[in-house]
């Protein structure tokens, strides 16, 4: 049973810069994996923000950005701004199947 | 604008079917993979299958695996998730989504499993 680990919570000021990970139980995430990230307001559908590693959609905010950071996948808000307050949620790649992680919710306070 | 909008939720037995339709337009359906996805109420996303353009390649998470059957009409821009042998942990807002990788997703359609 494959675990995609991501931090329960994490607050971030207005302004402030914040890096969320995501581990894999296997072990270190590589590009391989094809790491994506999705933001989620309640009662919204999720978004998709960043896809293989470090790609953006069209409509990502340029203070988004993905990356490898010590064998986990990074999701980087530089800048934070209020409307950024969500859950936000990674998704790995494993031999034909996805597994997402358990979220994280950032609180912009 | 890409648009999808799924249909077919509601409730239904443990042991019950349903089929979850998606409609799409906007974007060339036939060249794009797509993908259903699920999550249940007050918890995280779970991808639960994907299947390719023509529909001769499909992907399953193993817990769905002999018990639900994505399948797709082409000439009707839909996506389709047969669902058999329904669980109560099977209850969950059911979301099709382009898969590109999943950059497009529909607002979902509620399915709850429950006598």
């Known amino acids: 049973q494959t675990v995609v680990t991501q931090e329960p919570s994490l607050t971030v000021s207005p302004g402030g810069t914040v890096t969320l990970t995501c581990a894999s139980s296997t072990g270190a995430v590589t590009s391989d994996y094809y790491p994506n990230w999705f933001q989620q307001k309640p009662g919204q559908a999720p978004r998709a923000l960043i896809y293989?590693?470090?790609n953006k959609h069209s409509w990502t905010p340029a203070r988004f950005s993905g990356s490898l950071l010590g064998g986990k996948a990074a999701l980087t808000l530089s800048g934070v701004q209020p409307e950024d307050e969500a859950e936000y949620y990674c998704l790995l790649y494993y031999a034909d199947a996805w597994v997402f992680g358990g979220g994280t919710r950032l609180t912009v306070l | 604008e890409v648009q999808l909008v799924e249909s077919g939720g509601g409730l239904v037995q443990p042991g019950g079917s349903l089929r979850l339709s998606c409609a799409a337009s906007?974007?060339?359906?036939?060249?794009?993979?797509m993908s259903w996805l699920r999550q249940a109420p007050g918890k995280g996303l779970e991808w639960v299958a994907n299947?390719?353009?023509?529909?001769?390649?499909?992907y399953y998470v193993d817990s769905v695996k002999g018990r639900f059957t994505i399948s797709r009409d082409n000439a009707k821009n839909s996506l389709y998730l047969q669902i058999n042998s329904l669980r109560a942990e099977d209850t969950a807002l059911y979301y099709c989504?382009?898969?590109?990788?999943?950059?497009?997703w529909g607002q979902g359609t509620l399915v709850i499993v429950s006598s």
């Open positions: 299947i390719n353009q023509d529909g001769t390649e499909k």
């Open positions: 906007g974007f060339t359906f036939t060249s794009y993979w």
């Open positions: 293989s590693t470090t």
């Open positions: 989504a382009r898969f590109r990788p999943f950059d497009y």
